[in-house]
């Protein structure tokens, strides 16, 4: 079972749709969750973070994470052209701090 | 806040000569920092994990002698490919991240590596 597992896409959403990402994760015993945005060629983009069960919200994103389910997702509303990138989950591995990444979602929002 | 830049941003190289990638924090300690490579269309490969002041940890599969890491100082990472080869072109980027918030990871712009 992979460690970190994302639905690969590509994910497409009308322009002001809420776009709904998946990840699912294998170790119970990861505490830290983060969703970050990498448009093509360029380097990843931190853009939430959860620690806790429940929802985060900011802005016009908002994670979820159901550690029971191993399960964390990442809302966007009032999705724009803009947002059309790969959107990485990562998952803290250890106490180093190290991250699992999944392969990534390709979100493409249409005008 | 929490800026990480990387020199170069792009580098060609003949083949068996050695590059040599810095990584800094500009606005933060980063008391770990991370090296990555990604192949296209591919997701990131964690390469080392490296502390200041101590030795890299290298993931299994990656050579500790062609890819050298320093970590001198708690701003500046060093990524020096050594002997280069045409399969070892790819995108490298680093992170780092520091004591206070161990588990989130900034990035650096990325380095384009072309080996020819």
């Known amino acids: 079972q992979k460690e970190v597992e994302q639905n690969s896409g590509p994910l497409s959403v009308p322009e002001g749709a809420i776009a709904s990402l998946n990840c699912t994760y294998s170790d119970r015993g990861s505490q830290s969750f983060f969703w970050y945005r990498q448009y093509s060629g360029k380097s990843p983009e931190l853009i939430m973070f959860?620690?806790?069960?429940g929802d985060k919200e900011d802005g016009r994103f908002t994670a979820q994470l159901n550690k029971a389910s191993q399960y964390v997702s990442l809302l966007i509303r009032d999705s724009q052209p803009s947002d059309s990138a790969t959107y990485l989950c990562a998952v803290n591995r250890g106490s180093q701090g190290n991250l699992i990444f999944g392969k990534g979602t390709k979100l493409s929002v249409k005008p | 806040g929490a800026v990480v830049s990387q020199h170069p941003s792009w580098v060609i190289c003949k083949s068996g000569t050695s590059v040599k990638i810095e990584c800094r924090s500009l606005d933060f300690q980063a008391t770990t920092m991370f090296w990555y490579r990604q192949f296209p269309k591919q997701s990131l490969m964690l390469m080392a994990t490296s502390n200041e002041g101590s030795k890299a940890t290298y993931e299994q599969g990656v050579e500790k002698d062609k890819f050298l890491i320093n970590h001198a100082s708690l701003t500046l990472s060093t990524l020096t490919v050594t002997s280069a080869h045409p399969e070892d072109s790819s995108f490298y980027i680093c992170?780092?991240?520091?004591?206070?918030?161990?588990?989130?990871?900034?990035f650096g712009p990325g380095t384009r590596l072309t080996v020819t």
């Open positions: 959860i620690y806790s069960n």
């Open positions: 992170s780092a991240s520091n004591r206070e918030f161990p588990y989130e990871q900034y």
